[in-house]
């Protein structure tokens, strides 16, 4: 089976093309490497893939013509779409960047699998979709219709995007609700590398909302396997599924949406102290509102999941901050 992977040197997009390397499956990556972060540790992701079993495309998802050409040259089993850009509080300083990528990047890599006969199409959505609920733990047939920034808004769509070409084309599309992701290799936007970075460097760390948030932290290899798992189980209609009373996560069409998350919410303070504890220093803490944008608490019901692939993300918090804060001081040669 060939493996199309968008954002494969992406932080989740990294793990996931190593782990179906190891799998035996044959994997193809797209990335623009662009410098949203350091392009270096996008740059060394890569360099740890090399196999002849994978092959990388330097391209962005806009360019449909090069998009349409690497779909004709290496006709895929599966599409994995990682590729997107992310980051809620940057949405506000530039949304247009979110079209380009989360809406017309996705347009095409849907019209990539409509021509060239796609078996499953697996994307990435995002717990931020949840917006202004506040009814814990979120699950797949809440109602979605009011996102609290324009990231949520996109992933939002590509949800929908994906649901209409089910619907018309019959292509399996099976879409993945990412609760708070983390691990080695992380993005350095991501709480828990600013969070180390601070802590070691003795500088301060913003802690929203005066600290009192919550977060269904899940680490990368519960991610990875996850979607292992839903490779080969591509999504399908629900004989079930009626109008009258329509179920959001699911479809007349092979429409499928999960949430992927730890279904164990950690407070925030709880999440630094174990930083804090795993470098052996204390944080300096810089107290601050809920910024725009931002949602108090996640919390992932996960229980469909379960019943299709039989696995739930299961990494402590102290695990696996453990295995980033090692990874951390390996790769920047840090001396506590």
Known sequence: MKILITGAAGFIGFHLTRKLIMQGFQVIGIDNLNDYYEVTLKENRIKELKDN????????????????????????NVVINLAAQAGVRYSLENPHAYIDSNIVGFMNILEGCRHNNVDHLIYASSSSVYGA??????????????????????????????????????????????????????????????????????????????????????????????????????????????????????????????????????????????????????AIKNFMPLQAGDVPATYADVEDLYQAIDFLPQTSIKDGVGKFVDWYIDYYKVKL
């Open 53 to 76: 079993k994978f092959n990388l495309h330097k391209i962005d998802l806009e360019n449909r013509k090069a998009l349409d050409k690497i779909f004709e040259l290496e006709k895929p």
């Open 133 to 282: 609920n506040t009814t814990l733990p979120f699950t797949t047939s809440d109602n979605i219709d009011h996102p609290l920034s324009l990231y949520a808004a996109t992933k939002k769509a590509n949800e929908l995007m994906a649901h209409t070409y089910s619907s018309l084309y019959n292509i399996p599309t099976t879409g993945l609700r990412f609760f708070t992701v983390y691990g080695p290799w992380g993005r350095p936007d991501m709480a828990l590398f600013k969070f180390t970075k601070n802590i070691i460097e003795g500088k301060p760390i913003d802690v929203y909302n005066n600290g009192k948030m919550m977060r269904d932290f899940t680490y990368v290899d519960d991610i990875v396997e996850a979607i292992s798992r839903l490779v080969e189980k591509p999504a399908k209609p629900n004989p079930e599924w009626s109008g009258k009373n329509p179920d959001s996560s699911s479809s007349y069409a092979p429409y499928k949406i999960y949430n992927i998350g730890n279904n164990s919410p950690v407070n925030l303070m709880d999440f630094i102290e174990a930083i804090e504890e795993k470098v052996r220093k204390k």
